[in-house]
Each structure stands twice: as structure tokens, then as C-alpha cells.
């Protein structure tokens, strides 16, 4: 009886990414941008337990791997998209613009495509055990969501339409980019192993401290940045 329920552990923290992810696409929707960020972090710490879980019970599934991917894609991928999508719903568009502005929204789907992407490659490189080639798709969303919340313009013009294209095209090509990025699993405490960890960690404390809402995209950068200037795997 122990052993049955301790097998379905990993797999009830997975739902329960999955049902973030779907709370946060509401919130998303109905521009709550603030409850849609909340809710992908959330995603995010479920979905951090569910793979420490299994390995600690050593409760490892085809199911559990089909399902936690396709609770990442519904939490880090289309989540991120419809935040996207109604953030460009609501901001103005200039008079050359006018054309394609009841289309322009939908170019934020393809965060959640990529995003598929990338999960279906992490599934089968066997280059990504201990690091990453390519954005994770949890910092992905959690880049999108936290641009959203410390925007509560939601439509003033600090973001131009075309400069969120740009970026929908950047982050979509980093999440199936060949860039290898480090991981941020300690194998230890010490110094001499995870350096760059600490070294990042430290940044984004900063970060956040002073960049509050903003300084969780501005930390997503910031590891972008790092695994651009270190080139290696961490």
C-alpha cells in the first residue's frame, strides 16, 4: 500500500503544475498579470519537487515523463503565450499598424510551440543531464510573466508591438538554440563546484532586491548573459 502511493507522488505534483498552469492562463486572459505570475511560480516549484521526488523515490515513469512535459508545455509554454497574447490585445497600435492589429496577437503562440519544441528535444539529448542546451522552458515563462506584472501600463505605450515581436522571435529562438546554459542543481556547497551558481544567485539577489516584480526578467537575462560569457557547462 506504502509503495502504490509513494509511486504516484511525482505524478500528483506534476497535476498540480499543470493545474497552475491552467489557473495562470486564466489570469492571463482575464489581465491579472500579477495572479498569472504568481501561478507560474508556483508551476515552477511543483515542478522542481515532482523530478526531486521521483528520483528520491526512485518512482520513475514513461507516464510520469509524458505527463510532466506536457504540464511544462501548458505551464511554461502556454501560459507565457496567452500573457503575451492578451498584453497585445490591450496596447495601442499605431495608424500603420491598424491592418494587423486584430491578427498581431496570435504571433504570441508561438512561445507555446517552441516551447513544445523544446521540451520534445530535452526528452531525447542525452547532452542535458546535467546541463541545458537551449532556455529552459521555465525561465522562458517566467521571463514573459514577470515583464507582464511590472508593466501595470497594460496599454499606456512603454512597449511597442514590434519590440514584443522581437522578442517572441529571441525567445523562441534561444528555448531550441544549440547554446549550452548551466544548471542550477548543487551537487554540493562548495565554492570550487558551483561558482558560476553562486556567482548568479548572487546577481539576481540584487536584482531582486532593488528591480522587485521586474527583477525576475531582469535575472533571466542575467542567465542568458552568463551562459553566453562562461561557454560552458555548469
Not at 504568481?38 to 528520483?55: Q, T
Not at 512603454?158 to 529562438?173: A, D, K, Q, R, Y
Amino acid at each position: 500500500m506504502a509503495n502504490c502511493i509513494t509511486r504516484h507522488i511525482p505524478n500528483t505534483l506534476t497535476c498540480l503544475n499543470l493545474f497552475s498552469g491552467c489557473v495562470a492562463a486564466v489570469m492571463a486572459f482575464r489581465a491579472q498579470y500579477d495572479w498569472a505570475l504568481l501561478f507560474i511560480v508556483i508551476g515552477a516549484v511543483f515542478d522542481f519537487f515532482d523530478g526531486l521526488a521521483a528520483r528520491a523515490l526512485h518512482a520513475y515513469s514513461p507516464l510520469g515523463k509524458d505527463l510532466d512535459s506536457l504540464a511544462d508545455d501548458i505551464s511554461f509554454g502556454l501560459a507565457p503565450s496567452v500573457v503575451v497574447f492578451s498584453l497585445l490585445q490591450q496596447m495601442p497600435y499605431p495608424d500603420y499598424m491598424a491592418a494587423v492589429a486584430p491578427y498581431f496577437p496570435y504571433s504570441a503562440f508561438l512561445i507555446a510551440v517552441f516551447s513544445g519544441l523544446r521540451l520534445a528535444k530535452f526528452n531525447n539529448d542525452t547532452r542535458q543531464t546535467t546541463s541545458f542546451i537551449g532556455l529552459p522552458v521555465p525561465a522562458n515563462a517566467l521571463f514573459w510573466a514577470s515583464l507582464a506584472a511590472s508593466c501595470s501600463w497594460a496599454g499606456d505605450g512603454t512597449l511597442h508591438p514590434l519590440l514584443l515581436l522581437v522578442l517572441i522571435g529571441l525567445s523562441s529562438w534561444l528555448l531550441v538554440s544549440e547554446i549550452p546554459m548551466f544548471s542550477l542543481k548543487f551537487k554540493d556547497l562548495s565554492w570550487a563546484h558551483n561558482k558560476l551558481r553562486f556567482v548568479f544567485l548572487l546577481v539576481c539577489v540584487f536584482l531582486l532586491a532593488f528591480l522587485q516584480v521586474q527583477g525576475l526578467a531582469a535575472c533571466i537575462v542575467w542567465y542568458v548573459l552568463l551562459s553566453l560569457l562562461t561557454g560552458k557547462k555548469a
